[in-house]
């Protein structure tokens, strides 16, 4: 078969750490080729040195059987290759046309002005090979993640008029935050594609990767150490091959917590948010874990934010600690004890360009002060590195720069800040897990239980259902903004896994 992209040799490093180590890959023409690992495996990395975000530091990259240099971006798309990010590159203030044509606005714009309609019918042209009918001047804003997503396919799509030769498509963690049927969508256009385009496809669910993909690629610690025909392998051995076979990642339910009583530490009643939620009502025990599925837009993530101070408006009654709750920011939503660990990490839960010590210990480093007004590094650098351990988060220290860890672990980092505290007593998790590995959910899995076994109340929006499951007292479907379901005893009577899909959609 012949060779569409090829790394030989390839070596990355960040000061004294190790992101790549003498890697080779090989991915043939109308190849769909899986990448597995563990978080701070080097598949991000990877993926960064074959787009021309990063330059390797040793080794060759070859396309079409010739040497490359890919020293941006811009030359990765000159030879053909394209990344569809996991987390979108797209700018949600201008139109779907202006996003597609962005980086490339010579062959629309004239004495430096757009040309608007030429511009729209070539969009329009574009978002027919994704199959999304929509208005090219929509603003991007406007559509759903899933819509965007395929947006951004597109935008990678428009190679095609631009480059004679194969195309090759990267695509790191698409599937993230999509729902079932816009999986599906996506995968069908992957299809499509496969007659003039090679693609990588980065992704930590091992059925997905089966599904998609011609052959798996496994890394660990900066090496490729397997290869497998997707026909030749199956989901237990691609975990052992990930994390090892003493950490495969087989939840067992979770009994129910003993400690559980009548007692409510967070009362929700006919909670409503304008055009999100409506008529939302629930509460929970201390130590309780109070499972949250829905699709993307189902209202889910509203209730936690609403709760955490950061929705405009609402209307109904919530009572936290046996008091109402009248809260107007984050802030006052720490001080009576409240954490919340959002979705989009890097954009509302980290601090870029500081350490894993600093966004740590931002929230209650203070508890760990040497006296009023009093910053005591020593005392916080013990309960930092006991988390650190405890949630196996990869850095060479705690002072290392969080910009330069993997996804995974930088949600790890995140979570760990609110751990951090003695007087938090409720913990609303937003899709934790989203970015983790098989080894590392264990981790989490661990950790959340351990909390809610000394008390502390946890609500967690979850990525999938074995997530909530495994991990859950009682569960919460909502779809539409309203609760769809509500199974109060789910380790005693566990719903099956229809039954909640049914209710989500």
Same mark, same amino acid.
């Given at each position: 078969?012949?060779? +569409?992209?090829?790394?030989?040799?390839?070596?990355?490093?960040?000061?004294?750490?190790?992101?790549?180590?003498?890697?080779n890959? =090989?991915?043939?023409?109308?190849?769909?080729?899986?990448?597995?690992?563990?978080n701070?495996?080097?598949?991000? =990395?990877?993926?960064?040195?074959?787009?021309?975000?990063?330059?390797?530091?040793?080794?060759?990259?070859?396309?079409g059987?010739?040497?490359?240099?890919?020293?941006?971006?811009?030359?990765?798309?000159? +030879?053909?290759?394209?990344?569809?990010?996991?987390?979108?590159?797209?700018i949600?203030?201008?139109?779907?046309?202006?996003?597609?044509?962005?980086?490339?606005?010579?062959?629309?714009?004239?004495w430096?002005?757009?040309?608007?309609? *030429?511009?729209?019918?070539?969009?329009?042209?574009?978002?027919?090979?994704?199959? %999304?009918?929509?208005?090219?001047?929509?603003?991007?804003?406007?559509?759903? !993640?899933?819509?965007?997503?395929m947006?951004?396919?597109?935008?990678?799509?428009?190679?095609?008029?631009?480059?004679?030769?194969? %195309?090759?498509?990267?695509?790191?963690?698409?599937?993230?935050? %999509?729902?079932?049927? &816009?999986? &599906?969508?996506?995968f069908?256009?992957?299809?499509?594609?496969?007659? $003039?385009?090679?693609?990588?496809?980065? /992704?930590?669910r091992?059925?997905?990767?089966?599904?998609?993909?011609?052959?798996?690629?496994?890394? =660990?610690?900066?090496?490729?150490v397997?290869?497998?025909?997707?026909?030749k392998?199956?989901?237990?051995e691609?975990?052992?091959?990930?994390?090892?076979?003493? $950490?495969?990642?087989?939840? *067992?339910?979770?009994p129910?917590?003993?400690?559980?009583?009548?007692?409510?530490?967070? &009362?929700?009643?006919?909670? =409503?948010?304008?055009?999100?939620?409506?008529?939302?009502? !629930?509460?929970?025990?201390?130590?309780?874990?109070?499972?949250?599925?829905?699709?993307?837009? /189902?209202?889910?993530?509203?209730?936690?934010?609403?709760?955490?101070?950061? *929705?405009?408006?609402?209307?109904?009654?919530?009572?936290?600690?046996?008091?109402?709750?009248?809260?107007?920011?984050?802030?006052? +939503?720490?001080?009576?004890?409240?954490?919340?660990?959002?979705?989009?990490?890097?954009t &509302?839960?980290?601090?870029?360009?500081?350490?894993?010590?600093e966004?740590?210990?931002?929230? !209650?480093?203070?508890q760990?002060?040497?006296?009023?007004?009093? #910053?005591?590094? $020593?005392?916080?650098? *013990?309960?930092i590195k006991?988390?650190?351990?405890?949630?196996?988060?990869k850095?060479p220290?705690?002072?290392?720069?969080?910009?330069?860890? /993997?996804?995974?672990?930088?949600?790890?980092?995140?979570?760990?800040?609110?751990?951090?505290?003695?007087?938090?007593?409720?913990?609303?998790?937003?899709?934790?897990?989203?970015?983790?590995?098989?080894?590392a959910?264990?981790?989490?899995?661990?950790?959340?239980?351990?909390?809610?076994?000394?008390?502390?109340?946890?609500?967690?929006?979850?990525?999938?259902?074995?997530? #909530?499951?495994?991990?859950?007292?009682?569960?919460?479907?909502?779809?539409?903004?309203?609760?769809?379901?509500?199974?109060?005893?789910?380790?005693?009577?566990?719903?099956?896994?229809?039954? %909640?899909?049914?209710?989500?959609?």
């Amino acid at each position: 078969m012949t060779i +569409a992209l090829s790394l030989r040799g390839v070596d990355k490093r960040f000061g004294d750490v190790v992101a790549l180590d003498n890697v080779n890959v =090989s991915l043939h023409e109308g190849e769909v080729l899986g990448l597995i690992g563990q978080n701070g495996s080097g598949k991000s =990395s990877l993926m960064k040195i074959m787009s021309g975000l990063y330059r390797p530091d040793g080794g060759e990259v070859r396309v079409g059987g010739k040497v490359v240099q890919l020293r941006s971006p811009l030359d990765a798309g000159r +030879a053909g290759i394209g990344l569809v990010h996991q987390e979108q590159s797209l700018i949600g203030s201008l139109s779907v046309a202006e996003n597609l044509f962005l980086d490339k606005p010579a062959a629309y714009a004239r004495w430096g002005s757009y040309r608007w309609t *030429a511009m729209k019918d070539e969009a329009r042209r574009q978002l027919e090979k994704v199959e %999304l009918d929509i208005d090219p001047f929509t603003p991007l804003g406007d559509l759903s !993640f899933g819509e965007r997503q395929m947006v951004e396919l597109a935008k990678v799509l428009t190679l095609e008029e631009l480059v004679d030769g194969h %195309l090759v498509i990267l695509f790191d963690e698409p599937t993230a935050v %999509l729902n079932p049927p &816009e999986i &599906e969508a996506l995968f069908s256009q992957i299809r499509r594609i496969k007659h $003039r385009s090679s693609v990588v496809f980065v /992704s930590h669910r091992m059925d997905e990767i089966l599904d998609i993909s011609d052959r798996v690629l496994v890394m =660990s610690d900066g090496r490729n150490v397997a290869e497998r025909e997707k026909d030749k392998v199956n989901v237990d051995e691609l975990y052992e091959l990930m994390v090892g076979k003493q $950490r495969i990642d087989r939840v *067992a339910r979770r009994p129910r917590n003993a400690h559980l009583g009548s007692s409510r530490v967070l &009362e929700i009643e006919n909670m =409503s948010v304008p055009g999100e939620v409506y008529d939302v009502s !629930f509460s929970m025990a201390p130590g309780e874990i109070l499972g949250v599925i829905g699709v993307q837009g /189902s209202g889910a993530e509203s209730v936690l934010r609403t709760i955490f101070g950061m *929705a405009d408006r609402w209307s109904g009654s919530i009572r936290f600690d046996g008091k109402p709750l009248e809260i107007d920011a984050p802030s006052a +939503a720490v001080a009576r004890g409240i954490g919340y660990l959002p979705a989009e990490r890097k954009t &509302e839960g980290m601090v870029r360009n500081t350490s894993v010590s600093e966004n740590a210990a931002i929230t !209650f480093g203070w508890q760990h002060a040497a006296g009023p007004g009093m #910053v005591s590094r $020593r005392r916080e650098k *013990a309960p930092i590195k006991d988390w650190v351990a405890k949630l196996a988060i990869k850095t060479p220290s705690i002072e290392h720069q969080i910009d330069l860890l /993997s996804g995974g672990n930088q949600q790890k980092v995140v979570l760990s800040k609110w751990l951090l505290g003695n007087s938090l007593k409720l913990l609303m998790l937003d899709h934790p897990t989203r970015g983790l590995d098989p080894g590392a959910r264990a981790d989490l899995f661990a950790a959340i239980r351990e909390l809610a076994d000394k008390g502390l109340a946890i609500l967690l929006v979850g990525d999938t259902l074995d997530e #909530v499951l495994s991990l859950s007292d009682e569960i919460i479907v909502m779809k539409d903004g309203m609760i769809s379901a509500h199974i109060a005893e789910v380790q005693q009577s566990p719903p099956s896994e229809e039954e %909640l899909v049914r209710a989500m959609v």
